[in-house]
């Protein structure tokens, strides 16, 4: 567990959203289309050229070295350089992408109005498919073999299988907005969202409870890993 923490240079004065470790890269992504670079930990940054002036919410890696960023207004951008230059990739969707995530070769981008996609990097596809709500979503977990968790606004909860051609919506007494979701083992997983609220299962996601952490009460909580 992080028990120190070190203050590091800051990339920029933009709000950052997303971080991730690209081998021995770190890249950080955030408002006004600001993409940063690290290649010693955080030591020092460089800034990628400016291809987008909206807000980047999500990054994601793949096993092909690739990494993918998504944000406001349906853009999705790819890199092949640790974060060093960046190419927009054209899906034809308008929508806000407010998460990716991958594992292996397919993943997942969820979004605003119940934008899904499903991806497969080692062909470069990418399909857009319904889970049939046009709520925000807001985070997904691909979770593997070839299943994913998705949360969003009203309470929503959504297990999708077959690479997204089939979806199980999840009933919760809770209408808050979930914010994140993440599993540890196969069996067990976490839903953060507003007001405190934090929802875990234990069997796989079949069935969720309200989950008490100390010091937590009517917080608006973001992420969970």
Request: charged share 10%.
């Amino acid at each position: 567990f992080a028990a120190d923490w070190n203050p590091l240079q800051s990339p920029g004065a933009q709000t950052l959203r997303s971080i991730m470790q690209d081998g021995t890269y770190v890249i950080a992504v955030g408002n006004g289309g600001s993409l940063f670079s690290s290649a010693n930990q955080g030591a020092t940054w460089v800034q990628a050229a400016k291809l987008f002036s909206g807000s980047w919410y999500s990054l994601s890696g793949v096993p092909s070295g690739s990494v993918y960023v998504v944000g406001e207004s349906g853009v999705v951008m790819q890199s092949s350089d640790h974060g060093l230059t960046w190419a927009q990739l054209s899906l034809g969707v308008t929508q806000n992408f407010r998460a990716i995530s991958s594992q292996g070769t397919t993943g997942y981008v969820v979004g605003e109005g119940g934008t899904f996609l499903s991806y497969f990097s080692n062909v470069t596809r990418w399909d857009l498919l319904s889970l049939g709500t046009t709520v925000n979503l807001i985070d997904v977990e691909d979770i593997g073999g070839n299943s994913a968790w998705i949360v969003g606004a009203n309470g929503t909860l959504i297990k999708t299988i077959q690479n997204g051609l089939s979806y199980v919506t999840i009933a919760l007494s809770t209408r808050e907005t979930l914010n994140a979701v993440h599993f540890i083992s196969s069996d067990v997983g976490f839903v953060v969202g507003t007001s405190g609220t934090v929802l875990k299962t234990t069997d796989g996601g079949v069935s969720w409870k309200n989950f008490s952490i100390s010091g937590v009460t009517d917080q608006n909580l973001y992420s969970i890993a």
